[in-house]
C-alpha cells in the first residue's frame, strides 16, 4: 500500500519534472506541450489514488484518454511539419 507521504511525493516529483520540461523546452513545440499535458495528466491521476472511488477511477480514465488525446495531437501536428519543411 502507497502512504499519503509517498503520493505526496509522487506530484512532487510530477510537478518539478514538468517545471524543468517548461523550462528547458520551446513550449510552442507539439511535443513539448504534449509531454506537459502528459505530466500533468499523470499528476492529476497519482493524486486521486488515495480515493479509490469509483468517480476517482472515472476522473483517472478521463485525464488518460486526454493524455492520449494530446500525444496523438502532437504526432499528427509533428507530421504534418515534416512533411511541409520537405516539400
Do not use: K, N
Not at 53 to 73: F, I, K, Q
Amino acid at each position: 500500500m502507497i502512504s499519503s507521504a509517498d503520493m505526496a511525493d509522487s506530484v512532487t516529483q510530477l510537478r518539478t519534472a514538468r517545471r524543468l520540461v517548461a523550462e528547458r523546452s520551446t513550449a510552442d513545440q507539439p511535443l513539448t506541450q504534449a509531454a506537459l499535458h502528459l505530466i500533468d495528466c499523470a499528476a492529476d491521476v497519482v493524486s486521486r489514488l488515495p480515493a479509490g472511488d469509483l468517480e476517482s477511477a472515472r476522473e483517472a480514465l478521463g485525464s488518460a484518454r486526454a493524455a492520449v488525446v494530446s500525444a496523438t495531437y502532437a504526432v499528427r501536428r509533428i507530421h504534418d511539419l515534416s512533411r511541409t519543411e520537405d516539400a
